[in-house]
C-alpha cells in the first residue's frame, strides 16, 4: 500500500512542478526580456523538463500500481491524455532550442532576444496550462472507468 501511495504523491508533486515552471515562464515574458529574464526562463525550462519526464515516469508507475497496465491501455481517456501529453512535449521543442539559443547569446554578451520575439512566446504558457487542463480532466475520467473499453 505504502509504494502506490508514494508513486501517486510523486505524481502530483510533479505535476506541481510542471506547473509552477510554466506559470515562471509566463511571468517572465511579461518583462522585458534582459540577460536575466532570458537566463530564468532558460532555467524554468529545465525545470519544465524535469517536471515532464517526472510525470511520465510516476505516471506509468501509478498505472501499473494503482489498476495494472491492462485497465489503463483498455481507457480512452488514456490514451487521449497520453497522446496530448505528447503534443505538449512536442510543442515545447521550438521554445525550447530558441531558450537555450538565446541564453548562449546572452552569456556570450551578444544580444538576445528581440521584444516582438519575446512577445511572440507568451502564448506557449497559455497551450500548455490548457493541454494540462484537459489532461487532468482524463485522468479524473480513467480513473473512474470514465471511457473504459475504448
Ligand atoms: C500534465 C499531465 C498530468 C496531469 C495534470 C495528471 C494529473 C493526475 C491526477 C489529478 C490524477 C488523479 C486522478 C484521480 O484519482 O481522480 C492522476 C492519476 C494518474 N495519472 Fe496522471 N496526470 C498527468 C499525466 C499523466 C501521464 C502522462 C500518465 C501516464 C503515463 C499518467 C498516469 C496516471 C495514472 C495511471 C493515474 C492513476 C489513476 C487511478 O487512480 O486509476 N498521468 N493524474
Redo the contacts with the bound molecule.
Sequence with gaps: MLVPVII?TL?YIA?FL?VGAVFAQMYLLKLPPSADAVRGIARADIVFGIGAVA??IS??G??AH??GMAY?FHNGAFHL??TL?IVSALLSIGPTIRYRRWKKAVDAGLPGPTEAEWKAQRKWPHIHLTL?AI??AC??M??RGVMAGG
Design positions: 501517486a505524481h505535476v510542471l510525470i511520465l505516471g506509468f501509478n498505472a494503482a489498476k489503463y491524455a497520453l501529453f494540462f489532461i487532468a485522468m479524473a480513467m480513473a
